[in-house]
């Protein structure tokens, strides 16, 4: 099962910036939190992830809590393209599979 | 730079048949990884593939088989189709296994 837990949907309007939350109130030191998003029926798209520290990339922003049980993925300028699932993954280093869970469903609105 | 590529696109199969599905990783990557994912629901982890041997399995029955190829590529095969297998097939490709997976676009597999 997924060790997330994430709303089923949000809204958001176009040029507003996204804010996904995502809580893992069981992560565990050595686990790190995946961002993906799959826009419909393409494969998912990997977005960032990061152990303990703020992460910032082209794409978006992560921010974890002090103490790592919630993180939330900020898209500082939706666009409609921006529509998605987003899925929040814990995984270990050494791990090899992602454990998806439903994910939250994005909608940019104009 | 080539990103993770899989072939064919769509496939239709009926009942008993058997399928095989391709993947090529992304450029550098040594280690592929298959999903499968339901409609309506997220990937679901079938098996990793590592300098040619399965590393790590999900809870799939033994119908679901893989291949990698000295290149990296990987194949994803599956015998005795049931309805149920009806899904979108996800390849991601990967550094060395645990690192950041990248995915491929999919093959969608209807059966019949």
């Known amino acids: 099962d997924a060790k997330t837990t994430q709303p089923t949907s949000m809204d958001c309007a176009e040029g507003r910036a996204a804010n996904l939350p995502c809580n893992h109130s069981?992560?565990?030191?050595?686990?790190?939190v995946y961002w993906y998003r799959q826009i419909h029926s393409q494969g998912p798209q990997y977005i960032i992830h990061g152990l303990k520290n703020n992460e910032t990339n082209e794409m978006a922003s992560l921010i974890i809590t002090e103490d790592r049980k919630s993180s939330t993925l900020i898209l500082p300028h939706a666009t409609l393209r921006d529509t998605a699932v987003y899925y929040c993954i814990v995984k270990r280093g050494s791990q090899g599979n992602l454990i998806f869970g439903k994910g939250t469903k994005l909608s940019v609105k104009p | 730079d080539a990103g993770v590529t899989q072939s064919p696109t769509h496939l239709i199969k009926t009942r008993g048949q058997q399928v095989t599905l391709r993947c090529s990783p992304k450029s550098g990557h040594d280690t592929v990884s298959w999903y499968q994912q339901a409609l309506g629901q997220g990937p679901q982890f079938i098996f990793q593939?590592?300098?040619?041997?399965?590393?790590q399995r999900g809870n799939f029955p033994d119908r679901f088989s893989g291949h990698q190829f000295p290149n990296y590529s990987s194949e994803l095969n599956v015998n005795a189709l049931l309805l149920g297998d009806s899904a979108l097939y996800l390849c991601?490709?990967?550094?060395?296994?645990?690192?950041?997976?990248?995915f491929g676009p999919g093959t969608r597999l209807t059966v019949l």
């Open positions: 991601a490709s990967s550094l060395a296994g645990p690192d950041t997976q990248y």
């Open positions: 593939y590592y300098e040619e041997e399965e590393r």
């Open positions: 069981t992560i565990s030191g050595n686990e790190y």
